[in-house]
């Protein structure tokens, strides 16, 4: 869908900087770093073969998750306000 890339990765900056990531809005994307380094992760730019599937699975789960629970919210939020 045109556009829908540009507010996912908006939507992502806006959660991961409340979660007290310091995020780029330009680049939201390179809030993985920030993320592995803080799991103790050592991912780089570039390619990152050395990675299990349990280290990528650490720093995606933890961006994915707060993007998940953030959407829960917001769906639960909008559901209150029906009633």
């Known amino acids: 869908m045109p556009g829908a890339e540009e507010g996912v990765n908006a939507f992502k900056a ?12 330009a680049r939201p994307d390179d809030v ?8 103790g992760i050592p991912l780089q730019p570039g390619r990152n073969g050395q990675l299990t599937t349990e280290e990528a699975g650490q720093v995606g789960g933890t961006i ?9 919210r917001l769906a639960q939020e909008k559901l209150a306000k029906r009633e």
């Open 64 to 72: 994915g998750g707060a993007m998940v629970r953030e959407m829960i």
């Open 14 to 25: 806006e959660v991961m900087s409340r979660e007290g990531y310091a995020v780029n809005p």
């Open 32 to 39: 993985k770093y920030e993320v592995a380094e803080e799991l």
